[in-house]
């Protein structure tokens, strides 16, 4: 079963950094997509940025030249959102999820959707 786990968020003042990994484990074959997504309260879910496995990068317009999703450089199944010059309006947890390809048997293989457990990020003004 894969899992998704989450690190890295935190309290942060305003024009700060914080840097969020997303540690995918289980029998991995292949990570399609990686996407970051955050829910400020009172506020629906919405996407920060993704980045396909051909390299295309998607970045929202409230984060595009502040945020970048980059794959570990040791540990090819971590993905990290870097997050520079925080807003109070970043505040939120944010989300994890990955389009991931599985080892389920034999010669059998499954997708998925998965999701990390969400971390916190508040940025004080």
């Known amino acids: 079963q894969v899992q998704l786990v989450e690190s890295g968020g935190g309290l942060v003042q305003s024009g700060g950094s914080l840097r969020l990994s997303c540690a995918a484990s289980g029998r991995i074959v292949r990570i399609h997509t990686i996407a970051w997504y955050r829910r400020a309260p009172g506020k629906q879910r919405e996407l920060v940025a993704s980045v396909s496995e051909n390299g295309s990068a998607y970045y929202s317009d409230f984060v595009k030249g502040r945020f970048t999703i980059s794959r570990d450089n040791s540990e090819h199944t971590v993905y990290h959102l870097e997050m520079n010059s925080l807003k109070p309006e970043d505040t939120a947890v944010y989300y994890c999820?990955?389009?991931?390809?599985?080892?389920?048997?034999?010669?059998?293989?499954?997708?998925?959707?998965?999701w990390g457990q969400g971390t916190q990020v508040t940025v004080s003004s």
């Open positions: 999820n990955e389009k991931i390809t599985e080892s389920v048997g034999l010669l059998k293989w499954s997708e998925g959707d998965y």
